[in-house]
Structures are given as C-alpha cells and as structure tokens.
C-alpha cells in the first residue's frame, strides 16, 4: 500500500503487526510506545522528513486512549498529578513543534537528537535490570510496588492536597506531597523534548516521578499515559497549524494522516490486551 504523504510503500498488516506489539509491551508502564515507534518509521520505512513528527503524534492520539480508559476503570489516574504534567508540557511542545521543523528539519541533526534520547531511555533501563539483578532498594522497590498493585486489587488513589504551591494524594496507607513548580518545570523542558521528539513525553517524565520525587508507579502511569494523550493532540494541532505557515510549508511539516491512523490502529488494539 502507498501512502502518498510519505511515500512509504508497506503492508498495512505488517504496520497493524508492528503498532500492536509496541504497544502491547509499554502501555502497563503508563507509555504510549511512540518512542519506538518513530525510529521504525525512520529507519525501517526510511520516513525521514519533519512530517514524521507529527505522524507520530497521530499515533499516540488513536492508539493512548485504549490505555487511559483501563486506568480510569480501574481508578488509577491521579488527576491533580496529571493536569500539571499537561499544563506544564503543552507550551514545551510548542517549542518543540517551532525547533523540529527548524533547527532539526536536517535529517542528521535530528536522528543525533533521537539516538540522544533513546541512549538515555537505554540507559535508565539497564539502570533498573542491573538494580533488579543486584537486590538494590532502588531497582527491586519499583518492581515490587507494580506487582503488588495489581489491576483492581489495590486501593484508589485520592486527591488531598491541591495548591499553587503543592498537591498530594493518598495511596494505601501513604499520602504523597510535591511541589508544582519543579514538576511544571520538569514538564515543561519533557514536552520540548516530546515536541522535537514527537513524543508524548509519558516514556521520559514517568521515570523522574518515581525516582526523583519517590512516587509509586501504580500511580505514576495513569497520569503519565493521560498527559501523554493531551499533549499528543496539542502537538498535532500545532504541527498542522505551522504547516499553513510559509515556514511549515517549506519544511513538508504536514502529517501524513492516513499512515498515523494505521499506526494508531494497531497501538489501540496492543493497549486493550
């Protein structure tokens, strides 16, 4: 099949197949799997211009609502936590759309910039397996909270604090209190990175919750997965609004809709298994 936009000639199939299994291995980490997805549209299908960010996007917007909608059945999405990642990481990705189809339209800057992100993502994940290896506290608390926090067995979060200042929820027998302002911040340089990225930001911000600010992942993954969805439609609505522009036009900064939807099809099915 041949997608006009980006010129891509595949099997729709294969692009279902490939969608499906991305998802299906990190939507229960509160990841959308677009971090994965676009070095296979780069390297695998070689859509290499500035439309493949905003395609990407396409995909979280379709494939992430599957994964928000078991959170919010099984009540695990922290709302205060997950409105300040979205507020914080909407103006980064306005940025980061404006610097994708500028400083990082040429192909090289940009796949330095990818392989960047995915040397940390790697790295954080040897990080963890070397941890679990090992027996550390770090490593080993993580793994353990997800698996005693099992879809439906353990308690609802609730909302106890909410301030300019801080906000705080309960979980279990714990209350947890943090800042707004590092947590905006925090945000804020994610969703530059996701806006370049084209990335929801969920895959990078969701380990700094847990480790940084000690936040179980039971209920660190809700919020991630439902800032990762707002942003995402942010994200394809500012691309499509500077693709009308003389600077996106220039730049082939238009996404191509019907392989997102394809995509985004195969991520919506791996996030309901």
């Known amino acids: 099949m041949h997608f006009p936009v980006s010129g891509v000639e595949a099997n729709p199939l294969f692009l279902l197949l490939a969608a499906f299994v991305i998802s299906l291995l990190t939507v229960p980490a509160g990841v959308s799997g677009a971090f994965l997805l ?8 070689g859509f290499t211009s500035p439309a493949v960010s905003p395609t990407n996007l396409i995909y979280n917007v379709v494939a992430t609502p599957g994964g928000v909608y078991r959170y919010l ?27 994708r189809i500028t400083y990082f339209s040429d192909p090289g800057r940009f796949k330095a ?22 027996g550390e506290k770090t490593g080993r608390s993580l793994r353990e909270t997800a698996a005693s926090r099992r879809p439906g067995v353990g308690e609802e979060v609730r909302t106890v604090e909410v301030s300019w200042r801080r906000i705080g929820y309960g979980f279990g027998d714990e209350d947890y209190s943090l800042g707004t302002v590092p947590v905006f911040l925090l945000s804020l340089v994610v969703g530059g990175i996701g806006g370049i990225y084209s990335i929801g930001g969920g895959s990078i911000i969701a380990p700094f919750l847990v480790v940084v600010f000690g936040l179980p992942v039971y209920t660190v993954a809700g919020a991630a997965l439902v ?7 942010a994200g394809v609505a500012f691309f499509q609004l500077l693709a009308e522009t003389g600077l996106g036009s220039q730049s082939m900064v238009a996404p191509d809709w019907l392989l997102g939807l394809v995509l985004g099809v195969g991520g919506l099915a791996g996030s309901y298994v």
């Open 113 to 134: 910039f990818v392989g960047l992100v995915l040397l940390y993502l790697g790295a954080r994940l040897l990080y963890e397996t070397l941890g679990r290896v090992l």
């Open 38 to 45: 676009l070095p296979f549209q780069v390297s695998v299908l």
């Open 227 to 233: 800032g990762t969805f707002v942003t995402s439609v």
């Open 73 to 99: 059945r099984e009540r695990r999405v922290v709302w205060v936590l997950a409105l300040l990642v979205a507020l914080g990481a909407l103006p980064g990705v306005f940025i980061g759309a404006v610097l």
